[in-house]
């Protein structure tokens, strides 16, 4: 099979992931309480591992460690650490720690799973990764469950966080615009994973670039909004 640019794509996002990780590792330690920023740090890095996967494979060809690297960081933990962060910003810290034992227990049973499934090498495509190789149907049952976890706190807090400050708060007009960024970005590589089962492998590759890519912008516009205080003192002073 011929490789195409996009195939290279996963190449470009696993260094903006590499970078977008160092960002957030930075902040995180600037605020170690902040367990929202630790899940962050640790979600995007595994994207990153994910898209690093689809690297290798274009690169050097498929292998079963390469397919069970790329279906436990993506295609099973994907988006999820970066939505566990989310919890994190709107439940209290009690529910989200319920939430966090129980993911973990379920991503390292499904973890274990993955890593000893008997696989098809002979179903493989020459540098591609699909669940298709697969030989136990009912493992692919697992991801769904844990997709539709991320989705639902990444995308739909996103939205809600949107919502609220538009509702809620005084010259918030960059944290709209950033929680927007951030839902569009999350959703992007989920519509794109749809694709991928489809045929469509190379829609996959640029959403996942610019999915990272509208993430950390709206993360940028999010932590570089001076907050509804300094709004309100802005607006009085141009009033007076």
Do not use: C
Request: zero cysteines.
């Amino acid at each position: 099979m011929e490789r195409t640019v996009v195939d290279y794509l996963p190449l470009v996002t696993t260094v903006v992931a590499a970078a977008f990780a160092v960002v957030l590792f930075r902040h995180w330690r600037s605020k170690p309480n902040a367990r929202y920023l630790m899940w962050w740090t640790i979600g995007v890095t595994t994207y990153g591992l994910g898209t690093l996967a689809e690297s290798l494979a274009t690169v050097f060809g498929w292998s079963e460690p390469i397919f069970r690297l790329w279906y436990i960081t993506g295609a099973l933990m994907g988006g999820v650490f970066l939505a566990q962060g989310v919890v994190y910003l709107l439940v209290s810290p009690k529910t989200a720690d319920r939430l966090t034992r129980a993911l973990l227990v379920y991503l390292t049973i499904a973890t274990v799973i993955v890593l000893f499934v008997p696989v098809d090498a002979a179903a493989a495509e020459p540098y591609q990764l699909s669940g298709d190789v697969i030989e136990w149907g009912w493992v692919r049952l697992l991801t769904p469950l844990v997709n539709l976890y991320a989705v639902f706190w990444l995308v739909g807090g996103a939205i809600w966080s949107a919502w609220k400050y538009y509702r809620t708060d005084v010259g918030t007009g960059r944290r709209v615009r950033g929680n927007v960024a951030i839902a569009f970005g999350a959703i992007l590589p989920a519509l794109g994973g749809a694709l991928a089962r489809a045929g469509r492998l190379e829609l996959l590759y640029v959403s996942e670039l610019i999915g990272l890519i509208l993430i950390w912008a709206g993360y940028r516009i999010i932590v570089t909004d001076p907050g509804p205080s300094v709004h309100r003192a802005q607006q009085a002073t141009s009033e007076g």
